[in-house]
């Protein structure tokens, strides 16, 4: 078989020269390059079907140059075709019916219909190489009027394992070279029919999706392996079902403790007081602590007007203060200032001396005086000398 050598100036793709290359249209000459085209549909996110998992070939019975006649695409082939794309500098083109490798005999422009990189190449398992090219204004009304309806990719491929080495380039076609993949459907198209697909994809098992929706995740009916909520979250909602468990079977010995309980037995003497007798007792405990706080808020407002920290004209807002907050009081005394002229008139609780007359004598003194037939000063002086 012939090979095709490729012109560019990459590094990489000069280490792969001489690899068979393998165009996916039909050709009807002696060209030693293969021939596939797929017939593919987008699901409206713009990224399309471009090369099938697992082994295929072209209608026309190539490759001829691979012991079984097939070439070989999976996840880790895949992922180095990927990873060859994105050492080449330059993004890669979608042209129209491989222009770009006809050019050259026919003389005629290669004009792009669109162009992608690496980043815009993804495997997907059980389905296969998917691209989403950028296209242009030009192709993307060829796609929305079904002008053409296939993608056609070119691949160098190992001779002895069928494995795609790097991705070309690609082309719109309306002539494939494979069965069984979906058509080319406009971006804008509004009723899409469902892609078929050769596998179909694996779901999450049903009696695992069963037992997560009773630990209340949501998982939906085709659910997939791996939307497989995360371990610790799965363990935190299986332990959260653990302690209610332990917590129902504890009420369910309590219930089932009381209903084996006679009714009709008496209370032990011991453990319980009669409601009445409580009741009393706290009534008097009331009585005896308002006596209390009575006697301590007389006090605290006798000793704050003593010191001067009260004024006469605030006993009776202090008094209101301590019977609706004592706290209040005692914080508020415990800041104010005594007043030391207030403190210096007061009398220490005792009653002023009597108003004294003549010679200094009360009026007691000197009715005594007169009992005793002393004058005022004689008296005065008698009591001087007995003090």
């Known amino acids: ?44 996110d713009g990224w399309y079907h471009l090369l099938p998992a697992g082994r295929f070939s072209a209608k026309d019975g190539r490759p001829n140059d691979v012991p079984g006649g097939q070439w070989f695409l999976d996840a880790t082939t895949a992922a180095e075709l990927i990873a060859r794309n994105a050492s080449l500098a330059n993004d890669r083109p979608v042209d129209y019916e491989h222009q770009t490798r006809n050019s050259e005999k026919n003389g005629q422009p290669a004009p792009a219909a669109g162009w992608f990189n690496s980043s815009e190449l993804q495997w997907r398992d059980g389905s296969g190489l998917w691209i989403k090219p950028r296209w242009t204004k030009r192709a ?26 790097w991705l070309h380039s690609v082309a719109l076609t309306n002539d494939p070279g494979l069965d069984g993949l979906h058509p080319l459907a406009s971006l804008k198209a509004g009723d899409l029919p469902a892609p078929a697909t050769r596998h179909p994809e ?125 706290a209040a009081l005692k914080a508020y005394l415990a800041k104010a200032a005594p007043l030391a002229a207030l403190k210096s008139t007061q009398t220490q609780d005792k009653a002023p001396p009597a108003k004294t007359g003549e010679d200094g004598l009360t009026p007691e003194e000197l009715e005594a005086a007169k009992l005793t037939g002393k004058t005022p000063k004689e008296y005065a002086a008698l009591k001087a000398a007995l003090d």
Do not use: C, H
Request: proline share 7%; charged share 25%.
């Open 140 to 165: 993307q009304a060829f796609i929305d009027d079904k002008e053409y309806r296939y993608l056609s990719a070119v691949f160098p491929y190992e001779s002895a394992t069928g494995k795609p080495l």
């Open 202 to 326: 694996k779901l999450m098992d049903p009696t695992l999706q069963a037992m997560l929706k009773a630990l209340g995740f949501n998982v939906a009916d085709d659910a997939k392996p791996e939307d497989m909520p995360k371990r610790d979250d799965v363990m935190a909602a299986l332990k959260t079902v653990q302690d209610k468990a332990a917590t129902a079977d504890t009420l369910a010995t309590q219930v089932a403790t009381l209903k084996a309980s006679d009714p009709s037995a008496k209370p032990d003497p011991a453990q319980y007081v009669p409601i009445a007798a409580l009741t009393e007792l706290q009534s008097q405990l009331a009585v005896l602590k308002a006596g209390a706080d009575a006697s301590e808020l007389e006090s605290l407002i006798t000793d704050a007007r003593k010191d001067g920290r009260l004024l006469p004209s605030m006993e009776g807002w202090a008094k209101d203060l301590g019977e609706k907050d004592m």
């Open 1 to 44: 078989m012939k090979t095709l050598t490729l012109r560019t100036q990459s590094p990489f793709a000069e280490a792969f020269t001489g690899a068979p290359l393998a165009i996916l249209t039909r050709q009807q000459d002696a060209d030693p390059v293969a021939v596939l085209s797929f017939e593919l549909s987008t699901a409206q």
